[in-house]
Nanobody, 124 residues
């Protein structure tokens, strides 16, 4: 079993930055692929980005490319989502997820473990 705890959400003005953290426990962190998803009110959960177990490959949805960066720290068992140039439409609950393996890193169902989510609100 894997436990994931997100932190770092909050209220920020458009154009600002936030860094989300996701601390993992319960399994060998270095064996897990990690993903970030978000869900806005009335919308389905959507893929934001992912990083493979080694940290050598990262993937992003088009709307955040160039603004968001995913990284991981094996010593801290933590994955980060650095968000810059935030827009109103980035407002959502952000979820961290972990997968032992995936066929499609952007698919919700490929991730077996989920955090509780952290709210990000961007004011326009």
């Amino acid at each position: 079993q894997v436990q994931l705890v997100e932190s770092g959400g909050g209220l920020v003005q458009a154009g600002g930055s936030l860094r989300l953290s996701c601390a993992a426990s319960g399994r060998t962190f270095s064996s897990l692929h990690m993903g970030w998803f978000r869900q806005a009110p009335g919308r389905e959960r959507e893929f934001v980005g992912a990083i493979d177990w080694s940290g050598s490959r990262t993937y992003y949805t088009d709307s955040v490319k160039g603004r968001f960066t995913i990284s991981r720290d094996g010593a801290k068992n933590t994955v980060y989502l650095q968000m810059k140039s935030l827009k109103f439409e980035d407002t959502a609950v952000y979820y961290c997820a972990a997968a032992d393996s995936y066929t499609d890193y952007a698919t919700v169902n490929d991730y077996a473990y989920w955090g509780q989510g952290t709210q990000v609100t961007v004011s326009s």
